[in-house]
């Protein structure tokens, strides 16, 4: 399970093992692996280390040292670095020192002048064994150098930096991006919030984003994830708290999860779920929640609602009833709301029931919100975000730039567990609980539909015994394994997600063997 820490935590953790060791030892682990993770992106990006041209983005935070520290490393190696101080007066001393003795130099930030390009040009075909040293002639600012660089590390803010770029230090990551420069963030894109994963402003977008100790919120959670490129975690030695504050599963984790039957199962044992779903007007809605239900670990599927015969033709096996959720017959949890419309009282006697609940889509809207929290057994909710801002009073936009956020607040609004769907779905619980991000969702999975397979497949993962933070989370990934089996990088139908749920189980079932 890939897990991650708070500022706060991750602070305290790094003073406590500071406390430990030597002065600036944990500083020289962190730039050791950065330095290593560089290399790495050199010999691929430039074929070779020596000779290449690395440009340091340097601010005021111990990020900037361990830039710093790790520039010196590939300095030593053989290639030219030069740094760009953005505050000259608060760099890290001994980490420039460290650069400046290994042959290092630094760079104004301000924009070169036309001399300074002249010079850069002149450099740009000196001979390969030349590059290593060529920036300590560039005189003037940091753009030629960063228009030449092979690679630009991110070392302008630390991971307690709030609010976007400063204007000189958003004017050159956008230059970084423009360039042809691989660009590495040095423990998290500088610009986006490490605990939230907002991105308030202007932000660093990085290629390869360099981490110390354990993952970040951010590095997990849109929009800040896609600023972050690919992610290496480097292992520093901290300690940190069992329980993590952001989660993220992977085949192991979900496969430990998955309900299998045993020798003495049979439909019933292996849980039923209710499905309360459809309408004249979106009979389909009913179709697909039942594609997913049957497909997610419960032994049998009932059907309730006006899309009876739409259902029946398409899965004779479901048991379809044409009285209301109260007199359907036994349930072990119920899925409620897609394609509803206005059936309100089907919404009510769902939610009175005694069994787990998951509210989708219109249910969610036609549910009273102290019946919500009124019930004594466990409710998953399932919005997108713009059926998360109509509940939360808020635009879309707000949810979107703040989904962890919104997924806590929703989840403590209605004491119910949350899973938040889009580009990165959020599953939260109530109280200040466990929150989990999904890794394995795809774009292919905006289309229509796609939400009711969701809905029947967790809900489905809720009657076969699994509590809400886990059926959201295994629902989740399942379907977005699913959705990247389905599409195979073209586009796919809600259909398609749910008939490919079985060959994602099983890849996952497969990985864990």
Not at 168 to 195: C, K, N
Not at 216 to 223: G, H, R, T, V
Not at 329 to 355: H, K, M, T
Not at 496 to 513: G, Q
């Amino acid at each position: 399970m890939r897990t991650a820490y708070t500022v706060e935590t991750v602070r305290t953790a790094e003073r406590e093992l500071m406390a430990r060791l030597p002065e600036g030892a944990l500083m020289q682990r962190a730039a050791a692996g950065l330095a290593a993770a560089c290399a790495d992106l050199l010999n691929r990006a430039a074929g070779r280390v020596y000779g290449s041209r690395v440009v340091l983005l340097i601010g005021s935070g111990d990020n900037g040292g361990d830039a710093l520290y790790a520039g010196a490393r590939l300095a030593r190696r053989g290639a030219g670095v030069a740094a760009v101080l953005l505050a000259p007066e608060r760099t890290h001393a001994a980490g420039l020192a460290a650069l400046l003795r290994a042959g290092g130099t630094t760079l104004s930030p301000e924009a070169a002048d036309a001399q300074a390009h002249a010079d850069a040009d002149a450099h740009a075909h000196a001979d390969a064994d030349a590059h290593a040293h060529a920036d300590a002639h560039v005189g003037g600012g940091a753009d030629a150098a960063i228009r030449r660089a092979h690679l630009v590390v991110d070392g302008i803010v630390g991971i307690g930096g709030k609010g976007g770029l400063r204007p000189e230090a958003a004017r050159l990551a956008r230059l970084a991006d423009d360039s042809r420069a691989a660009v590495v963030a040095v423990d998290l894109p500088s610009g986006v919030d490490a605990d939230t994963g907002e991105v308030p402003g202007a932000a660093v977008r990085a290629d390869l984003t360099v981490t110390f100790g354990t993952h970040k919120p951010a590095l997990l959670i849109d929009p800040a994830r896609e600023y972050a490129g690919s992610v290496r975690l480097v292992d520093i030695g901290l300690d940190l708290p069992e329980e993590a504050d952001l989660e993220a599963l992977h085949h192991a984790d979900v496969a430990a999860r998955l309900p299998v039957p045993g020798a003495e199962s049979d439909k019933y044992r292996r849980g039923v779920v209710g499905i309360a779903a459809g309408s004249a007007r979106y009979p389909g809605a009913a179709v697909l929640a039942v594609s997913g239900a049957l497909r997610g670990g419960a032994g049998a599927v009932r059907y309730v609602g006006p899309a009876g015969d739409a259902v029946i033709a398409r899965f004779p096996e479901t048991l379809v009833s044409d009285k209301g959720p109260r007199e359907a017959g036994r349930v072990q949890a119920w899925v409620v709301g897609p394609g509803a419309g206005d059936d309100a009282s089907s919404v009510a006697e769902v939610l009175a029931s005694d069994v787990p609940v998951l509210i989708d889509a219109d249910g969610l809207r036609l549910a009273d919100r102290d019946a919500v929290r009124g019930r004594t057994a466990p409710t998953l909710m399932t919005p997108h975000a713009g059926e998360a801002a109509a509940l939360l009073g808020v635009d879309r936009e707000q949810v979107e730039r703040s989904r962890l956020s919104s997924a806590r607040e929703l989840a403590a609004l209605y004491g119910a567990t949350v899973l938040l769907k889009g580009s990165t779905t959020v599953v939260a619980e109530p109280g200040g609980g466990a929150v989990r991000a999904n890794p394995t969702g795809t774009p292919w999975l905006a289309t229509a539909g796609s939400g009711d397979v969701l809905s029947g497949l967790a809900g489905s993962l809720l009657a076969a015994g699994l509590p809400p933070l886990d059926a959201g989370s295994v629902g989740a990934y399942l379907h977005g394994l699913a959705g990247r089996f389905a599409a195979h990088g073209a586009p796919a139908g809600a259909h398609d997600v749910a008939e490919a749920i079985p060959a994602a189980w099983r890849d996952v079932r497969d990985a864990d063997a």
